[in-house]
């Protein structure tokens, strides 16, 4: 079974900063099933980006995914107020399907 | 405008059962695989089950098999899941999910706490 392992735990920065957030993989994994999710308080997950580095519909481009094998990263450019929330990787196993989730990065304001 | 709403949650002791649902519109129900997904308070997510467009597969995490039924009805466009034996630890708000892989589509979930 993957373990996903997030890094930091909490990440502490001001609007206007570039945001670096990782994912770390036990194993190698499928590149197409490797996503990311933003959520905020009280709300359900949003799909930000899946595939590694497709956008999800909607999603501003100062949101990019890179990565491969074990090592994934989610960057956010530029820091918007709104942007501060907790933000989960993901994989998915199609036989038999199975979804993994990272214990989460919370992006807070410095 | 694609809409999941789930219901049916709240307190129970210990060894209760409960029965979740989700209403789905805005979309072709029979045509998605459906999710349940819980995060416990404060915590990250776990997901919990998987049923295919016409329930030929399910799936379950190990902590819930023989314990949760997933289940859904194509013509009422409403997925279920049925919750027995339930555990402290089987608090959690619980989300349906749409899709296979990633879900780009949630509801705003429904609490399930576990307590005598």
């Known amino acids: 079974e993957i373990v996903l392992t997030q890094s930091p735990g909490t990440l502490s920065l001001s609007p206007g900063e570039r945001a670096t957030l990782s994912c770390r993989a036990s194993?190698?994994?499928?590149?197409?099933?490797l996503a990311w999710y933003q959520q905020k308080p009280g709300q359900a997950p949003r799909l930000l980006i899946y595939?590694?580095?497709t956008r999800a519909t909607g999603i501003p481009d100062r949101f990019s995914g890179s990565g491969s094998g074990t090592d994934f990263t989610l960057t956010i450019s530029r820091l918007e107020p709104e942007d501060f929330a907790v933000y989960y990787c993901?994989?998915?196993?199609?036989?038999?399907?199975?979804?993994?989730f990272g214990q989460g990065t919370k992006l807070e304001i410095k | 405008e694609v809409q999941l709403v789930e219901s049916g949650g709240g307190l129970v002791k210990p060894g209760g059962s409960l029965r979740l649902s989700c209403a789905a519109s805005?979309?072709?129900?029979?045509?998605?695989?459906m999710n349940w997904v819980r995060q416990a308070p404060g915590k990250g997510l776990e997901w919990v089950s998987a049923?295919?467009?016409?329930?030929?597969?399910?799936y379950y995490v190990d902590s819930v098999k023989g314990r949760f039924i997933i289940s859904r009805d194509n013509a009422k466009n409403a997925l279920y899941l049925q919750m027995n034996s339930l555990r402290a630890e089987d608090t959690a708000v619980y989300y349906c999910?749409?899709?296979?892989?990633?879900?780009?589509?949630w509801g705003q979930g429904t609490l399930v706490t576990v307590s005598s």
């Open positions: 993901q994989h998915y196993t199609s036989s038999p399907p199975r979804y993994t």
């Open positions: 999910a749409r899709g296979v892989g990633v879900s780009g589509y």
């Open positions: 049923i295919s467009r016409d329930s030929s597969y399910i």
């Open positions: 805005g979309f072709t129900f029979s045509g998605h695989s």
């Open positions: 595939g590694v580095s």
């Open positions: 194993q190698s994994v499928s590149s197409n099933f």
